[in-house]
């Protein structure tokens, strides 16, 4: 490059994994052209495909080494281009498809593959992914591991900026247009997006930089014309974009002249022009016969059309039996202050450090304490052991009660609200989590998103760990470490998902995980939603010593994000990865219990009575070790 800066490329297409995944043209076709352009704009540009041979992790992992090589010459800006089958599970976890999915039982998280190039030195990192972003309608596809496919690099952690365009919002399909041959099939989103990147139309360039495709026109441009061009086939795709590249370095054409000239771009077909070819649908199936296909092979009879659907709409039913599961009354006030009700299973056990005492306060609810204390007064992680051996593994925080929803699968919801408050103050939770269990949670904005569940997250920390996860998403660590600093102004512990996400350094003293949170400098507000609320952009200071909410992830889609090497995750925790359930909160089977119970030295704090012939008595508070008992 004329700056001397080194930018790389790497588009990686799937377009034939195994069965019962169909056959994607387009998607080659994309990842081609997105390779071409890249080589000719002077990236180092690289192209993977499994056209000649199944594209694997080994496979994957090897390309991309090769691509961030040599460590010691450091990459200015990497570009990441997906087209293939996409999936979306919990709160913004794409998962891209690899030929080998099924046998493998895995797929790529493109979130975690984005936080791993963190530690290669690179200072921005642009994402394009032309998939689909369907919620898993099936136990199947809901448990398909999620594979980093990078270790920890060469290099301490950076935080780039990040720039992402996705064709699809989150529980949306994407699309591609037949051509009268395989090799002239077009994928919606990456046709439109080829041609801004191109400076082929002149509604892509910026209105601030003269004759430049910028971040945040290609963004604009992308909004606009990919629901345009789809309505021209009867579909809707709106694209979901975000982009934090600096305003002096966010230029993607018009910089420097392309090394050659742009490609004839076809013009879009007319709908009936292309009837004969094949339907629009190769990304992800016209209403029901196109997603039957995906699980066609799962079901050993029956009518696939119908099935599929009545999966999704399984899942929508069983989201508003969960906000009305939710909603029942919960007690408002515990004598400590603090504690839990359990809602969906039978309390076995209840696990606790050892200065934490557990007692009944009702059939269904416990209060916790410290030993010779009538309150806590640090967080304490438990695992609440049901009748089948798996645990809710939750924190407990001083001055809250959380309510615990078990159903089959595990641990469906955590909601938690002040001691002593009324039960409305969760609905916004409890609408969040009903969200994700329909599908996600869909917004046009993430950021806008992110700020209105921030704005009661004192009331119920859920709220904050939800849109940590959103934040992070988009590769907005500084916006994550604002809200830990704000837990702090509360006199409120930081969940553990946000001290994670945020990357922040932590020391384990007497059983608390305390963090240090680093300043964070301030910024200009990225949307008219965040402008009112200066908490979201202005400058804060550092926090030394901070106490953590919890020993591990709230959500199970933390777990996957634990590295082995932060002074968050205690010796042993992430081994205990496979042994969670697929529930959307934390929930370890009962071998993965004996283990972590080992592990942190918990002890039963509470356990049910043994039924005897003589007359029952109320459960009692168990006696502290004898080392603690005076």
């Keep these: 490059m004329p700056d001397g800066k080194r930018r790389v490329s790497l588009a990686i297409a799937v377009g034939s994994p195994e069965k019962p995944l169909g056959p994607l043209a387009g998607a080659y076709n994309g990842a081609r052209d997105f390779s071409l352009w890249a080589e000719a704009l002077g990236y180092e540009s690289h192209l993977v495909t499994d056209e000649d041979k199944p594209l694997t992790v080994d496979v994957l992992k090897t390309k991309l080494q090769q691509a961030l090589a040599p460590p010691d010459k450091p990459i200015h800006r990497l570009l990441l281009y997906f087209a293939g089958h996409g999936l979306l599970r919990e709160a913004e976890v794409g998962l891209w498809f690899l030929s080998d999915w099924r046998s493998g039982a895995y797929c790529v998280t493109a979130e975690g593959l984005r936080r791993r190039l963190y530690y290669y030195g690179i200072r921005q990192v642009a994402v394009f992914t032309d998939a689909c972003r369907e919620v898993a309608a099936t136990l199947e596809l809901s448990d398909l591991m999620p594979h980093y496919v990078l270790g920890r690099g060469p290099k301490d952690l950076s935080e780039p900026s990040v720039d992402k365009f996705v064709a699809a919002q989150d529980g949306a399909k994407a699309y591609i247009v037949p051509g009268n041959t395989p090799e002239r099939d077009r994928c919606i989103f990456t046709g439109v997006l080829l041609e801004a990147l191109w400076g082929a139309k002149r509604e892509a360039f910026s209105t601030v930089q003269p004759n430049k495709v910028t971040s945040g026109s290609l963004g604009e441009y992308l909004k606009m014309e990919v629901p345009r061009i789809a309505g021209l086939y009867k ?185 002593s408050a009324p039960s409305n103050v969760a609905t916004s939770t409890e609408k969040a989590i009903a969200a994700l269990e329909a599908g996600g949670l869909r917004a046009d904005d993430l950021t806008n998103l992110a700020v209105g569940l921030r704005q009661e997250k004192h009331s119920d920390p859920v709220l904050g760990v939800v849109s940590a996860y959103l934040y992070d998403s988009i590769g907005d660590i500084d916006s994550i470490r604002r809200m830990a600093y704000y837990y702090t102004q509360h006199g409120q512990p930081i969940p553990y998902d946000i001290a994670m996400l945020a990357w922040l350094r932590g020391e384990l003293r007497d059983g608390v995980l305390s963090v240090d949170v680093p300043p964070v400098l301030p910024r200009a507000p990225r949307t008219e939603d965040e402008q009112p609320h200066a908490w979201t952009y202005e400058e804060t200071p550092p926090v030394s010593r901070w106490p953590v909410g919890g020993l591990w992830p709230w959500l199970r889609q933390g777990w996957s994000f634990l590295e082995s090497s932060s002074s968050l995750v205690l010796p042993g925790i992430a081994e205990l990865t496979g042994h969670l359930t697929s529930a959307r909160f934390t929930t370890i089977d009962g071998t993965g219990t004996v283990r972590l119970t080992a592990l942190l030295g918990l002890r039963s704090a509470w356990s049910r009575p043994v039924a005897t012939s003589q007359e029952p008595t109320a459960p009692t508070q168990n006696q502290p070790p004898a080392a603690l008992a005076h």
């Design 235 to 419: 579909y809707t795709l709106k694209p979901s974009v975000s982009y934090s590249f600096p305003e002096s370095d966010n230029v993607y054409f018009g910089a420097d002249p392309p090394l050659r000239p742009p490609p004839a771009f076809d013009a879009w077909p007319e709908a009936r022009s292309i009837l004969g070819m094949g339907p629009v649908t190769a990304l992800a199936g016209e209403a029901a016969n196109a997603v039957a296909s995906l699980w066609k092979d799962m079901f050993p009879s029956g009518d696939w059309a119908m099935r599929v659907p009545r999966a999704a709409a399984k899942r929508k039913k069983a989201s508003r039996r969960l906000l009305i599961d939710m909603q029942q009354d919960r007690p408002d006030e515990l004598p400590t202050g603090t504690g839990f009700a359990v809602d969906g299973g039978t309390v076995r056990t209840v696990w606790a450090p050892p200065r934490t005492a557990v007692a009944a306060a009702t059939v269904e609810a416990w209060q916790v304490s410290g030993y010779g204390q009538n309150w806590l007064s640090d967080p304490a992680s438990l695992l609440v052991q049901f009748d089948d051996g798996a645990s809710a593994a939750i924190a407990a925080l001083p001055n809250f009660i959380a309510t615990v929803l078990r159903d089959a699968r595990g641990v469906s919801a955590v909601v938690y609200r002040p001691n």
